[in-house]
């Protein structure tokens, strides 16, 4: 990772560098110019947003960037992050950019760069820009100051291009006319999509959280917040609930229940539909470090093996293309299906799971049941710095100190997240209470060290 790239673009606190009109300028117009230089020609370039009140002036100054440089950006507006790597692929632009912060509040927002295929953008690109923002050349746009009228047209025919792919081709065949569905859209880039998408296939629907108005997005709903999505499932009588985030490029799920379904599940449930089919392929799944030993064990009992890969979609993407696959993701519900998209995305998601419960009819619940999850404590420090963990003693000892006693009866990950000032310890094993223990005291000596 960069200075600027994290493991999911560009994100921050927006205003704040390297959110700032100019920076933002500067980022539009360096893509554009190293595009150019590899394609030789103009570069044709799709952007899209999520609900965030930033959004719209970050778009202009993205795009006032990209004109400088001569190239052409076109808006597909409101729009989910698979949604614009869809575009990016299906148009043949030469990148897709995402405004957004998925699963972070309003206050932040981000930049993400897909590729043509749909990938996110090379590390060769992305450290051309860094350089580029690190220079002081002269060649670059001045900023020009936001103004109310400095819109950007939105062209409506690319969501409905994208709604289109996923009723006709990812959604076909798919009767859902006896289905009950809650969805939360988060207020989110999904409020209007999922809603039309779930319709339009038959659902009987109940919609919460699908009235944006700039700063309620992920606020107490959604996938980071699935309370409400349990209580309508339940007071609905749903048969499931869909939960997005902010960019809907995660889903989790509650079953009839009420009971959360998380990403780990998701993985278990499409594994075993797919290898029943004789669809996994290399009967195997590519999930990280944080996906929970349950997982690793459920799969193993059917023949299945699980690949393990550095947290970030990003590995996991990179694993199945090298190691071959059908289907990966993480517990927080971004899971890929490479052979559909090579952006996780969570209505895709959603589809392929209730093409698996309508194809064995039977519940969410019970294909749910047959995993057996390990106790797991997830603790976040605030940390004020990043140095490696074994250059710093105390949080090194305390780590190998706890790795020996629980040997063979457990699980410990510390690492720090890709996109906040965060160290996230992890732990899992048999008894709960014990872990938590353990997680609190690691937790601790962390927090005491670089918080």
Request: charged share 25%; aromatic share 4%; proline share 3%.
């Amino acid at each position: 990772m960069g200075e600027f790239f994290g493991t999911d673009g560009i994100r921050g606190v927006a205003g704040q560098y390297p959110l700032d009109q100019p920076t933002i300028e500067r980022i539009g117009y360096s893509l554009a110019v190293e595009l150019t230089k590899r394609l030789d020609r103009v570069a044709q370039i799709v952007i899209g947003r999520d609900t965030r009140e930033s959004g719209e002036w970050i778009e202009a100054a993205l795009v006032r960037g990209i004109s400088a440089a001569q190239a052409s950006a076109r808006s597909a507006g409101m729009i989910t992050t698979p949604g614009v790597a869809y575009l990016t692929r299906a148009l043949n632009a030469d990148a897709g950019v995402v405004i957004s912060a998925s699963h972070n509040s309003y206050e932040d927002n981000g930049i993400k760069v897909f590729s043509t295929s749909g990938q996110k953008l090379d590390d060769a690109a992305e450290q051309a820009i860094e350089r580029d923002l690190k220079s002081a050349a002269p060649n670059l746009p001045s900023a020009t100051p936001f103004v109310a009228e400095d819109k950007i047209e939105t062209d409506t025919s690319l969501k409905e291009k994208y709604l289109a792919f996923l009723c006709d081709e990812i959604g076909a065949g798919l009767d859902l006319k006896n289905l009950k569905i809650a969805v939360d859209c988060a207020n989110g880039a999904a409020y209007e999509l999922a809603p039309k998408l779930f319709s339009v296939l038959g659902a009987n629907l109940t919609v919460i959280n699908a009235d944006p108005n700039g700063r309620n997005i992920n606020l107490d709903c959604g996938s980071l917040h699935p309370e409400k999505l349990r209580r309508a499932v339940i007071e609905q009588r749903a048969d499931l609930g869909l939960a997005f985030d902010g960019d809907a490029d995660r889903l989790l799920m509650v079953d009839e229940h009420g009971n959360l379904v998380d990403g780990d599940q998701v993985l278990f449930i499409m594994a075993d539909y797919l290898a029943s089919r004789g669809e996994l392929a290399g009967d195997r799944v590519v999930a990280t470090v944080m996906s929970n030993l349950g997982l690793e064990l459920s799969l193993a009992e059917r023949g299945i093996a699980l690949a393990r890969t550095a947290v970030g979609d990003k590995y996991v993407l990179d694993e199945l293309l090298k190691g071959g696959g059908s289907l990966g993701g993480e517990q927080s519900g971004h899971i890929i299906f490479p052979e559909i998209s090579l952006a996780g995305d969570g209505m895709i998601t959603a589809l392929e799971v209730l093409r698996a419960i309508t194809g064995r009819n039977s519940s969410l619940g019970a294909l749910a049941s047959e995993y057996t999850r390990y106790p797991q404590v997830t603790i976040n420090v605030r940390v004020s710095r990043k140095p490696a963990f074994d250059t710093v003693p105390p949080i090194k000892e305390a780590i190998n100190a706890l790795e020996k006693e629980m040997a063979g009866r457990g699980r410990l990950i510390v690492r720090y997240s890709g996109t906040e000032n965060l160290a996230r310890v992890m732990i899992e094993g048999q008894d709960e209470a014990a872990i938590r223990n353990h997680a609190e005291s690691i937790a601790q000596v962390i927090r005491g060290q670089i918080g």
